[in-house]
């Protein structure tokens, strides 16, 4: 059996390793300290947010930005119906109800057109949601020159969850500096790896501070054990900050390298019948975390190239299936036109990470041409 090649592997170098043990050595090893400060720094740094709050997964971001954005039990809650099923289950931590909205097929993204139509719709009949969360899948930032305009008309707060999109651009901003506040992931299979982790941004000073807050239990700044709110242990160790401060310094290189990746398989796959990588909107740059594309009457189906790939040790994934196809989702309002359903029934995820050689990406491409020709 050949060697087996991952979808999105930890991309670790001698950097990491040093950062990692760099914050071991100086003897900061749980809970803050001062990596975990200048990773947050770096975050701002790169993202172009003002302030950064490192926690210990995206999921925990984007919880602490639902209740900062004063979701409470029955608040509706818009959110992308195309992501990952954490987006949606933060709503429900908070015992709101989640109304998910359709992708676009230029980018997709949310569409800003449902987007408008729902907030007419509620505006009208007087039920509009407390926050609107718009997830940047496969690291493409959303038509937010729409959506910005949207929210502000109604005035709902927007969150973003930027889980994916570390590095990804929409004009001059920088993925996870858009909205009032946003989460990014570090978990194992992103851009960019603590091991786990994530971050609430945000550029909202009291914001910042309560999230913090929120993050280590609510406990006040005094010796004796005192708590003013229902707190959780949500925050970043200082030695995964450690970790991540390796990884941020890489960004750039990272970035470069899964767009190579995504380059060269727009090359030797984007020629042949049915086959369409997910498009690069023109008001920003994809970080091509992860490389996507449909097969639309193509020579085989999605699940014939994924468990071709599969039977050759190569790991494919399915697009994320939509959230009002998920069992405890599937009685949600869905405002929908079928594009994410079609995403999903044609949508392959290749391997992309960064440490997989040429060789390991030509044993790719000749198991998918080999499909797609014949
Ligand atoms: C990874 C991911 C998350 C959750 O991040 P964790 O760090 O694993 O909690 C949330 N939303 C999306 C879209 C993701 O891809």
């Avoid at 690291?139 to 020159?145: E, T």
Wanted: hydrophobic share 40%; proline share 4%.
């Amino acid at each position: 059996m050949s060697e087996r090649i991952y979808l999105s592997p930890p991309d670790m170098t001698q950097a990491e390793r040093n950062s990692l043990l760099a914050a071991f050595d100086s003897g900061w090893v749980a809970p803050v300290g001062p990596h975990l400060t200048e990773f947050e720094q770096a975050l701002c740094r790169i993202t172009g947010a003002e302030h950064a709050v490192a926690l210990a997964s995206g999921t925990a971001a984007l919880h602490l930005a639902m209740l900062e954005a004063g979701v409470e039990p029955d608040d509706r809650v818009y959110c992308s119906t195309l992501t990952f099923v954490a987006s949606v289950n933060v709503i429900r931590y908070c015992g709101a109800v989640p109304v998910l909205i359709d992708s676009e097929t230029r980018s997709w993204q949310m569409d800003p057109e449902l987007l408008a139509e729902a907030l007419t719709r509620d505006a009208a009949a007087g039920c509009l949601p407390k926050a609107v969360q718009v997830v940047d899948v496969y690291g493409q930032c959303a038509d937010y020159a729409a959506i910005e305009r949207l929210c502000d008309e109604y005035d709902v707060t927007l969150i973003v969850d930027a889980s994916e999109a570390l590095g990804a651009t929409h004009g001059k901003r920088g993925a996870g500096s858009i909205g009032k506040m946003a989460a990014l992931s570090f978990n194992g299979n992103k851009l960019v790896t603590t091991s786990g982790g994530g971050a609430l941004l945000t550029n909202d000073a009291g914001i910042a501070e309560r999230a913090r807050h929120l993050a280590t239990q609510a406990r006040e700044p005094v010796l004796e054990f005192l708590h003013d709110a229902v707190g959780y242990n949500y925050r970043m160790s200082n030695l995964l900050a450690g970790l991540g401060l390796g990884q941020l310094s890489r960004l750039d290189d990272i970035m470069v390298r899964r767009r190579a990746i995504y380059e060269r398989y727009a090359a030797e796959l984007g020629e042949l019948q049915g086959v369409c990588f997910m498009p690069e909107a023109p008001w920003g740059r994809c970080n091509r975390w992860l490389t996507c594309l449909t097969l639309d009457d193509a020579r085989c189906t999605a699940g014939g190239l994924i468990e071709s790939l599969s039977a050759d040790n190569i790991e494919a994934r399915p697009v994320w299936r939509p959230m009002h196809r998920q069992p405890i989702y599937a009685d949600c309002e869905v405002l929908n036109r079928g594009v994410a359903d079609r995403l999903y029934e044609t949508g392959v995820c290749l391997p992309s990470g960064g440490c997989m050689t040429e060789e390991q990406q030509s044993r790719v491409i000749d198991v998918a041409r080999k499909c797609l020709k014949d």
